[in-house]
């Protein structure tokens, strides 16, 4: 495939390929903008099909982080990293290091994180070949990101709530949680107080049993959660799960969950928005972890970390609005939103170079 043809190539501004015979590594570092700061974002590891299915991800998930870090007014590019392989049966110590050292090559322009199928003990690995790392365990000014962004997607939660039913009272709602790892346990464990009635799936049978055991979650059996009855769907584990084949199904009237890419087409925005579901952008509302990630790295104290994920519920009812007057999808809006924040930016420092 021409790489420059590819259908998720949107002038990609750095597409590195890394491998290391030694460790076993393959693995691909996109970046995609770079406008507002060095490209940071995770590094997800998946036993993916092929190469170009590995090629599609890193290109979507790092056009996503653009986007993101833009609608949270944060001085972050956008970049993500894809490793091949069984995270559960080839992953090493070794192999996150030699993932460190291609990092490390980029010279900063991509700072690397944890996501799905990596851990902040892996980022800990990492970091011994490269400071260009975010999300370490027992970093005194953190650690894993995951429990702020679920902070988000649970103030996302009660802002469409507010937008849908008048009230952010979430009791009594039915709420359906696919996915209970990392960031689906913490978004749980955020809902059961707030007397929601919570259902989930998990392909991992142990995440499943501690979500059930920790907060009364009541079971439900793999893909069978898309078309369940419920009030809101949360999606949080991999990407393109909302298509022409499932949005028929949904009966949901809220989607909103951390997974990134749930869109699986462009068409799927429009697809939602006529059968009349309330789509929140994945990348509008799981930025929590990336605010984490900045303040971070800025010392930030608690309370300003919690209090700058309150951007989260703004931007997303001033997507819901504008997308309602316009009758557009919310994803088309969203992405509007973040494009015309990076060509302000853009412009302002094309000002700055003038004036110099």
Known sequence: ???????????????????????G???IIAIH????????GGCRMYPYASETHALTDALRLSRGMTYKAALANLPFGGGKSVIIGDPKRDKTPDLMRAMGRAVEQLGGRYVLAEDSGTT???????????????GIENNPDGGDPSPMTAAGVFAAIKQSAL????????????????????????????????GAILYGSDLHQPNLE???????????????ILSFDCDILAPCALGGILNADSIPKIKARIVAGAANNQLATSDDDQRLMQAGIIYCPDFAINAGGIIEVFHQRQ??????????VSVIPRTLLAILQAAKAESSGTEAIAMRFAEEQIAEHSGQ???LAMSA
Request: hydrophobic share 40%; glycine share 6%; proline share 5%.
């Open 33 to 40: 903008d770079a406008t507002l700061g060095a490209a940071v």
């Open 120 to 134: 902040p003990t892996d980022m800990r690995y990492a970091a011994e070949s490269t400071a260009h790392v975010a």
């Open 349 to 351: 420092n094309k000002d």
């Open 163 to 194: 937008y849908v039913y008048d009230t952010e009272d979430l009791r009594g709602l039915r709420i359906a949680i696919q996915g209970l790892g990392h960031v689906g346990y913490h978004l749980a464990k955020l809902l059961q107080p707030t």
């Open 299 to 308: 010392d930030s104290s608690l309370a300003i970390r919690q209090q700058a």
């Open 25 to 27: 590594l393959r693995a």
């Open 1 to 23: 495939m021409n790489f420059f043809q590819h259908p998720e190539y949107k002038h990609h501004e750095q597409v590195v390929f890394a491998s290391d015979p030694a460790t």
């Open 210 to 224: 501690r979500a059930i055991e920790d907060f009364g979650l009541n079971p439900i059996r793999g893909d069978a």
